[in-house]
Structure formats: C-alpha cells, structure tokens
C-alpha cells in the first residue's frame, strides 16, 4: 500500500505516514460520494422558482401596480440577472467537486509498484535505524591537515 499524498510505501497497520505525516484512517475509509444529485437539484430549482418570480412579478406590476413597461422591463432583467448568477456559482461549484473527485480517483493509481524509486520516494526504515548523513565520511578535520606532507 502506498500513501496517497506523497506515494512512499507503508507497512500495514500505520495510522500515519512515516514521511509527510498524512492520516492514513481517514484515506482509507470509503470516498465519500460527491453530491451531484443535490447541485443538480437546486440548480433546477432555482432556475423555475426563478423564472416564475421573473413572470409572475412582471404580470402582477402590470396588472395590479400599474407601473411603467420600462419599470417592468429593469425588475425582469435585474431577476433575471440575480438567478443566472446564482445558477452559473452553483454549476462552477459543482463542477470544482466533480475535478476534485477525479483527482482524487486518479491520484493513488499512478504510484505503483512498477514506479522508479526517485519518483516513489525512499523506502520505509525500521524506528531504530538511523537515517544515513549527507556529509558521512566527507569532511576533514584539522588532525588530518597537520599530518599531511607540505
């Protein structure tokens, strides 16, 4: 199994990942389903409650305000206006969940175990093995430099 934030391998059992930390309970759980159904709904609605509210107010100014074709006509296009803004934020939100799920689908299948190590990351180390230096077996100390020949 690999961790689906960074694709280092892990040992079962691991709450955490022993390179980036990420919670391993929560990721294994199930998705959770994106709520489409639910976008899909008030979208609709919105728009026929809308729509209705845009008719109906303009024939009930007409008929019992008597106001103006031209008061009439600035209240459908500013209804009009108020819903295809709140339909076009609930349709962007809806289609951030949809790329968000696909990520989220796609992104542990590209880290197996067919990946080079440089891209899968570094393997994962027993607790009591210490972490090899950069700098081991590199640096002179001035022991050395007095004893060398001129």
Same mark, same amino acid.
């Given at each position: 199994?690999y961790?689906a #934030?960074?694709?280092? $391998?892990?040992?079962?059992?691991?709450s955490y990942c022993? @390179?980036?930390?990420?919670?391993l309970? %929560?990721? *294994?759980?199930?998705?959770?389903?994106?709520?489409v159904?639910?976008?899909?709904t008030?979208?609709?609605? &919105?728009g &026929?409650?809308?729509?209705s509210l845009?008719?109906?107010?303009?024939? #009930?100014?007409? *008929?019992?305000?008597?106001? /103006? %074709?031209?008061?009439i006509g600035f209240?459908?296009?500013?209804t009009f206006?108020?819903v295809g803004?709140v339909?076009? *934020? !609930?349709?962007?939100?809806?289609s @951030?969940?949809?790329?968000? #799920?696909?990520?989220? %689908?796609?992104?542990?299948s590209?880290? /197996?175990?067919?990946?080079?190590?440089e &891209?899968?990351g570094? !393997? $994962?180390r027993?607790?009591?093995e $210490?972490? $090899?230096s950069?700098?081991?077996?590199t640096?002179r100390?001035?022991?050395? *430099? @007095?004893d060398?020949? @001129?």
């Open positions: 199994m961790c #934030a960074c694709g280092t $391998p892990l040992a079962p059992g691991l022993n @390179r980036c930390g990420t919670s309970k %929560e990721r *294994s759980s199930e998705v959770k389903p994106v709520p159904v639910s976008y899909l008030a979208i609709t609605i &919105i &026929i409650v809308g729509l845009m008719l109906g107010g303009a024939i #009930a100014l007409k *008929s019992a305000g008597d106001f /103006h %074709e031209d008061l209240f459908m296009f500013m206006t108020i803004v339909e076009l *934020s !609930l349709c962007r939100q809806l @951030r969940l949809n790329r968000t #799920a696909e990520k989220r %689908e796609t992104a542990p590209l880290m /197996h175990a067919g990946v080079p190590n &891209i899968r570094q !393997l $994962p027993a607790l009591g $210490p972490v $090899p950069v700098t081991e077996n640096t100390t001035l022991q050395y *430099s @007095r060398e020949p @001129r």
